[in-house]
T-cell receptor, first 112, second 114 residues
Framework: EPEVTQTPSHQVTQMGQEVILRCVPI?????FYWYRQILGQKVEFLVS????????KSEIFDDQFSVERPDGSNFTLKIRSTKLEDSAMYFC??????????FGPGTRLTVT | KQEVTQIPAALSVPEGENLVLNCSFT??????LQWFRQDPGKGLTSLLL?????REQTSGRLNASLDKSSGRSTLYIAASQPGDSATYLC?????????????FGTGTRLKVLA
């Protein structure tokens, strides 16, 4: 069964460094999403992407964040200058219709 | 501001019991509500999605209901099994200030004892 994949599973970076989290959505899905979950807290919506542009974003998704679909299969989340508070589990999701979403296993980002 | 609350925070039941998980939200202007399952260290698995115009959805042993006017949804699990042990999250999709938001509850940690 097709599934969303994410790499790496764990990323450790130093404060101020740029990181790129990668996701491969399910083939033929059209809607793509990023969420994050700080340890012990709720899952938070970051951004959704459709037709090669951001369609929705939350207050969390500030200028430090960007998303890109560099080719037909990858969907990336870039954090330009990481902060300690960016440490979290980042989940990618995709959807064929914009309603039901299929999530990847997540990337654990640790900023030291 | 939309707040999504899930009660109880944790639940432990013997195998075979039927159980109900609760989700409440403060703003009834939602587009849909989705129930997810999260296993430790893993991603989210979508269980059921209820559109705002629907009252319930069923999938196997799971049944989810939605009462928008009272701001409540329940997830009913029939004949629980140890494999059902996980954290169950509900999330509402809402539009505010021109931006759609997906707002999650804090979850209910379920443990089904063999």
């Amino acid at each position: 069964e097709p599934e969303v994949t994410q790499t790496p599973s764990h990323q450790v970076t130093q404060m101020g460094q740029e990181v790129i989290l990668r996701c491969v959505p399910i083939s033929n899905h059209l809607y793509f999403y990023w969420y994050r979950q700080i340890l012990g807290q709720k899952v938070e919506f970051l951004v959704s992407f459709y037709n090669n542009e951001i369609s929705e974003k939350s207050e969390i998704f500030d200028d430090q964040f960007s998303v890109e679909r560099p080719d037909g299969s990858n969907f990336t989340l870039k954090i330009r200058s990481t902060k300690l508070e960016d440490s979290a589990m980042y989940f990618c999701a995709s959807s064929p219709s914009g309603y039901e979403q299929y999530f990847g296993p997540g990337t654990r980002l640790t900023v030291t | 501001k939309q707040e999504v609350t899930q009660i109880p925070a944790a639940l432990s039941v013997p195998e075979g019991e039927n159980l109900v998980l609760n989700c409440s939200f403060t703003d009834s202007a939602i587009y849909n509500l989705q129930w997810f399952r999260q296993d430790p260290g893993k991603g989210l698995t979508s269980l059921l999605l209820i559109q705002s115009s629907q009252r319930e959805q069923t999938s196997g042993r799971l049944n989810a209901s939605l009462d928008k006017s009272s701001g409540r949804s329940t997830l009913y699990i029939a004949a629980s099994q140890p494999g059902d042990s996980a954290t169950y999250l509900c999330a509402v999709r809402q539009r505010t200030s021109g931006t759609y938001k997906y707002i999650f509850g804090t979850g209910t940690r379920l443990k089904v004892l063999a």
